[in-house]
């Protein structure tokens, strides 16, 4: 339809569109003169926008009648900015929600009206409910219609064969099952190097961060290598909570079919990578970065694992798949998972700075329970905030804790890591 994202759209672009090309509605396009009474209104813009979410797609314009006339309409709806009461009527009045870019408003020169102009993009959630009127609705030519029996049943199918996808996807990258021994083993985890196996005789401990799009199937990254190298360089830093970390490294690239690996080499193999897929499937390996052994009382090795490196890494991660998917004009839901293999009887260490373990029981930061254990948090990483980073992020360090038989989160203080804990990726 456009060009350019939403976002960027001017007067000019509506202008063109309708007094150059006459664009008439249609499958994707429909025109609304106005609100009208906005209590009549909510439905209707809910079926619109439930419609296209249900179908593939399309954009609402306000402020344009079916005489292909641009007259704007008011700022304002019940004292509410334009954009504030449509993005609440959307959210209390479609089931389940639809996602779809913030309405873009654009002012008409020598006017004191607008244009509204609202992008949405086929769900990945469909079908989508008329909450009010308990009727979905889908596009046909230029309207919103009532969804019949099949197409009702055909949206379920679309959405069932796309967690089958899902889980199809994690099984094959050994992410589904962490009872399975092979739980997060894959092609480039195997190669991560690790002083545990020649110290202790036990296996090699790998961590993986996965970022995992809802729908892995689809091609997203589009770029071409070099922009994407480009990208990748420009925005590896100045993420919370350390700012001058780096999430990655770029000292050597492995060029796959499919994706793009970053390595950090020690003795032929991996310290580090980070793996980019052109599905938008994004993996980052570690093994001895995120552990260390240690001789206790009895001068036997042990193994420790740290509590403030994972988190820390786990919110840096989050930070940068803002940028990705906004980058890739994803719209998908992603799932972020932390996997970690062979960690059984490991020490956690890491605490913030009033968790000592003289506080916490000696001794009783041992995970005595599991050998593998992966953390999940689903999330759209256009409604992600920094709240929703440093909510999961504490929430995890308890389940860690937890694990480790700490009855209590120890990696903030006051919502901060503390300082003394902060790592040196």
């Not at 000292?251 to 970053?262: A, F, G, N, R, T």
Request: aromatic residues 12%.
């Amino acid at each position: 339809m456009f060009a350019k994202h939403v976002s960027d759209l001017k007067y000019s672009d509506i202008e063109y569109l309708v007094n150059d090309r006459k664009e008439q509605e249609g499958y994707h396009l429909d025109y609304k003169k106005s609100l009208g009474n906005p209590d009549r209104a909510k439905n209707e813009l809910a079926k619109d926008i439930s419609s296209f979410a249900n179908s593939n797609g399309g954009y609402l314009i306000i402020g344009v009648n079916d005489n292909l006339e641009i007259l704007g309409v008011d700022k304002e709806i019940n004292n509410k900015p334009i954009d504030e009461w449509l993005n609440q009527v959307v959210g209390s009045n479609i089931e389940p929600n639809v996602l779809y870019y913030d309405p873009k408003i654009i002012d008409i020169p020598s006017s004191n009206k607008v244009l509204v102009v609202i992008h949405i993009p086929e769900s990945t959630k469909k079908p989508h409910m008329v909450s009010s009127l308990y009727t979905y609705y889908v596009r046909i030519n230029d309207s919103s219609k009532k969804a019949n029996h099949y197409q009702i049943r055909d949206m379920f199918e679309f959405s069932r064969n796309r967690t089958s996808d899902f889980n199809k996807f994690l099984e094959k990258k050994n992410l589904l099952d962490e009872d399975d021994p092979n739980f997060g083993i894959n092609r480039n985890s195997k190669k991560l190097w690790s002083m545990v196996p020649e110290k202790t005789g036990k296996p090699k401990p790998v961590i993986l961060f996965s970022l995992i799009p809802q729908y892995p199937n689809e091609e997203k990254i589009k770029l071409p290598i070099t922009d994407l190298k480009m990208w990748l360089e420009q925005n590896k830093s100045g993420l919370d909570p350390l700012p001058s970390k780096s999430l990655y490294y770029t000292y050597q690239y492995d060029l796959k079919l499919d994706s793009i690996v970053l390595k950090v080499i020690n003795n032929n193999s991996f310290s580090s990578y980070f793996e980019i897929a052109n599905n938008g499937y994004v993996e980052a390996g570690f093994s001895d970065t995120f552990t260390s052994l240690f001789k206790d009382y009895t001068q036997e090795w042990k193994i420790s694992t740290y509590l403030s490196h994972i988190i820390s890494y786990e919110m840096l991660l989050l930070e940068w798949a803002r940028k990705l998917y906004e980058m890739m004009d994803s719209f998908d839901d992603v799932l972020l998972q932390i996997s970690f293999n062979s960690i059984l009887d490991f020490k956690l260490y890491g605490f913030n700075s009033l968790c000592r373990e003289d506080t916490i029981g000696i001794g009783k930061n041992i995970n005595k329970q599991h050998t593998n254990l992966k953390l999940n948090f689903a999330f759209n990483p256009r409604k992600l905030t920094k709240e929703d980073i440093l909510d999961v992020a504490k929430r995890h360090s308890e389940q860690i804790c937890r694990v480790f038989g700490i009855e209590k989160e120890c990696c903030f203080v006051e919502n901060k890591i503390s300082p003394k804990t902060l790592f040196q990726l």
